[in-house]
């Protein structure tokens, strides 16, 4: 199964910027669909943004205009940038690739992302 690595969570204030990168132990070229979710305390995971092979992207209502998903295949890695960042997108993002095999379905082990206001 493909291993998720994610880095790039931290601390800060409202209004900055954070980016996400998540790198696959395995080559993405041939994954489907490749991800961000989030998880803040109380609440369900949710689908933040979705990146497909050949580049067509969905967000989540909450962040359209702010975030920007993309994935570089020949990196093996999907990144998430965050711009206009808000106490409520406080979260663990964790990282997600779907596919039509079993070794391409993987969650990584997430990042705390803390914006303060």
């Known amino acids: 199964q493909v291993q998720l690595v994610e880095s790039g969570g931290g601390m800060v204030q409202a209004g900055g910027s954070l980016r996400l990168s998540c790198a696959a132990s395995?080559?993405?070229?041939?994954?489907?669909?490749m991800g961000w979710y989030r998880q803040a305390p109380g609440k369900q995971r949710e689908l933040v943004a979705v990146?497909?092979?050949?580049?067509?992207?969905n967000y989540a209502d909450s962040v359209k205009g702010r975030f920007t998903i993309s994935r570089d295949d020949a990196k093996n890695t999907v990144y998430l940038q965050m711009n206009s960042l808000k106490p409520e997108d406080t979260a663990v993002y964790y990282c997600?690739?779907?596919?039509?095999?079993?070794?391409?379905?993987?969650w990584g082990q997430g990042t705390q992302v803390t914006v303060s206001s």
């Open positions: 997600n690739t779907r596919g039509v095999l079993n070794w391409m379905n993987a």
């Open positions: 990146v497909i092979t050949g580049g067509s992207t």
């Open positions: 395995e080559s993405t070229s041939s994954i489907n669909a």
